[in-house]
């Protein structure tokens, strides 16, 4: 065989390889289940299985550098949202799990030998997925699993409608036109 029909065969080869895997669906990058880094930003909601509503765009920065608080004075604790990183004695009820002997701080996890924060799809699964037991609550006298989408959401309504009421301004500011905010939050789709 000649070099030039050799070097046609490859780059033809080359091509049709690099147009067929650009023609491939990619995957959705994972989001890592446990991290020492604290995000800037996370999107949640990202493989939700809900027809109307798309990802939220969570500013993890200014939840945890900003005065969010519900009083609005003060910082937010790391352990209102991460329940896990905290003392089994500090958890109010419906929260069970525990797995810190202290209080987990951005400054805490400076130590090499701390361990790594996890996400709420660590433990609290996609809607469907009965991979591992979830955790129920009861909710208007029924049992409702506790999945990833109820756990943030539980979070997320809980301390805006606490902040609201003491500071009715909020209102106007996180909900507009519909009394939970969704469309503050969420990307409809």
């Known amino acids: 065989m000649k070099p030039i029909t050799i070097l046609i065969a490859i780059l033809s080869f080359t091509a049709v390889t690099i147009v067929s895997s650009a023609s ?11 991290s020492k880094e604290q995000p800037a930003k996370v999107k949640l909601a990202t493989d939700s299985v809900d027809d109307k509503w798309g990802e939220v765009a969570f500013d993890h920065t200014n939840h945890t550098t900003k005065n969010y608080s519900v009083d609005g004075k003060s910082l937010i604790n790391c352990v209102e949202c991460h329940h896990t990183d905290q003392p089994k004695e500090n958890l109010k009820a419906p929260l069970v799990t525990s797995e810190r002997t202290v209080a987990l701080t951005a400054d805490l996890l400076k130590d090499a030998a701390a361990a790594p924060v996890k996400t709420c799809r660590a433990c609290h699964l996609q809607a469907g997925d009965d991979s591992k037991p979830l955790p129920v609550i009861k909710k208007d006298d029924k049992d409702l699993k506790v999945d990833n989408e109820v756990a943030y959401h539980t979070n997320c309504f809980a301390c805006h409608d606490a902040a609201i009421k003491a500071r009715p301004d909020l209102a106007t500011k996180t909900s507009g036109s519909d009394p939970k905010g969704c469309v503050k939050c969420h990307v409809a789709k």
Do not use: D, M, Y
């Open 24 to 34: 491939l669906p990619t995957a959705s990058p994972q989001i890592p289940k446990e």
